[in-house]
């Protein structure tokens, strides 16, 4: 089966081709006009991808060598994400499902991320751990079975890479704020400031960001400029540190829980080199199974929509014609 995957739920606008057992294509097409604004626009976002959607898709089927006529199946996002920006690849997968004469189907974009590490060769079989943590989600997902999901811990307020962004920029770095605390914490001294780490009481899973990033706020709001601009990257450092930490933390507890031996990560934050380093350490320490992708499975991208269609397509599921967005749409 050749499946196209579409995804554009938030600012790239990505698609790829999965042909039964190997990824063939996957193209990413990253919307630079926002970084002018330190976040994604939606309306610039939408407008881009109507503009990026038809090249992208052309791209991926040139580079997996086929023509649209040899699809047969579209996997698409359908939801979570803007709204606008997710009713750009719905009406496209329908349009060309429809003139190809081929099924499609709405993929939710959560479960997408669940897929990404299954597009490479040897990737998790359930049951497994997946950590999906990016710029709008926080997830620590027990995947018994295909299909068959847990959410065993979510974030009670930011999204990890959404504190990342908004220390940035109070860093006064460049955006998107994780590959550039990353970039600068390897300069900098973790342990310069002891900041809070959130933990609940009832024992739960969930994560919480907005602690942290008011502790931030106020330890730069006792520095001069000076003391700011020369302890920038050890608070870099120290935030990083506490964000990555509790993320190593519960998904540790997860697996031990559970009585798990595989742990997948996800999304954007998962390119994270702290995040990285600990976790193989851990891994090796407590012999479970750590998956990491590369970054281009990482972040959001058309290659797990793709792996993700074809496991329901395959089995003869398809979508209907009416399906509409679900921008809130949950796992
Ligand atoms: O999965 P993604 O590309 O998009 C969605 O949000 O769905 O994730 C983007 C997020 C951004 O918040 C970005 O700052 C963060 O991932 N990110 C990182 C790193 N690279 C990207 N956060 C921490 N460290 C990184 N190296
Ligand atoms: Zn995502």
Redesign the pocket.
């Given at each position: 089966m050749n499946i196209l995957g579409i995804e554009t739920s938030?600012d790239?606008t990505a698609a790829a081709v999965w042909l039964t057992d190997h990824l063939a294509s996957n193209k990413i097409a990253s919307q630079e006009v926002h970084a002018n604004f330190g976040g994604v626009v939606p309306e610039l976002a939408s407008r881009a991808h109507v503009k990026l959607i038809l090249p992208i898709i052309q791209s991926a089927l040139s580079e997996a060598n086929i023509n649209k006529q040899d699809l047969d199946g579209i996997a698409v996002t359908y939801g979570p994400g803007l709204a606008g920006s997710l009713l750009v690849g719905l009406n496209v997968a329908k349009s060309m499902a429809l003139a190809l004469k081929v099924p499609y189907i709405g993929i939710n974009h959560m479960e997408g991320h669940l897929f990404s590490n299954s597009v490479l060769e040897k990737g998790p079989e359930p049951p497994f751990i997946s950590l999906t943590i990016?710029?709008?989600?926080t997830q620590l997902v027990y995947v018994k079975g295909w299909g068959d999901y847990k959410i065993l811990g979510k974030t009670r307020d930011d999204a990890a890479?959404?504190a990342?962004?908004k220390v940035a920029k109070m860093l006064e770095l460049s955006y998107?704020?994780?590959?550039a605390?990353?970039k600068l914490a390897k300069d900098g001294d973790p342990e310069y400031i002891s900041l809070p780490k959130a933990k609940f009481k009832d024992n739960s899973l969930d994560f919480s960001y907005s602690g942290l990033k008011t502790a931030v706020l106020y330890h730069l709001q006792n520095l001069d400029s000076q003391e700011r601009h020369r302890h920038k990257a050890d608070i870099a450092a120290s935030f990083q540190k506490a964000a990555i930490e509790v993320l190593i933390e519960n998904s540790l507890k997860a697996l031990e829980e559970h009585e798990i031996d595989e742990l997948a990560l996800a999304?954007?934050?998962a390119?994270?080199?702290y995040l990285r380093k600990h976790l193989h350490q851990e891994s090796n320490r407590r012999r479970f199974k750590l998956y990491v992708p590369p970054v281009n499975l990482?972040?959001?991208n058309g290659a797990m929509i793709a792996r993700a269609g074809y496991f329901y397509l395959e089995k003869g599921e398809r979508s209907e014609y009416t399906l509409s967005p679900k921008p809130s749409l949950s796992l």
């Open positions: 938030c790239e990016s710029g709008g989600h890479g959404e990342f962004d998107p704020g994780g590959p605390i990353d999304g954007g934050v390119c994270n080199s990482c972040t959001d």
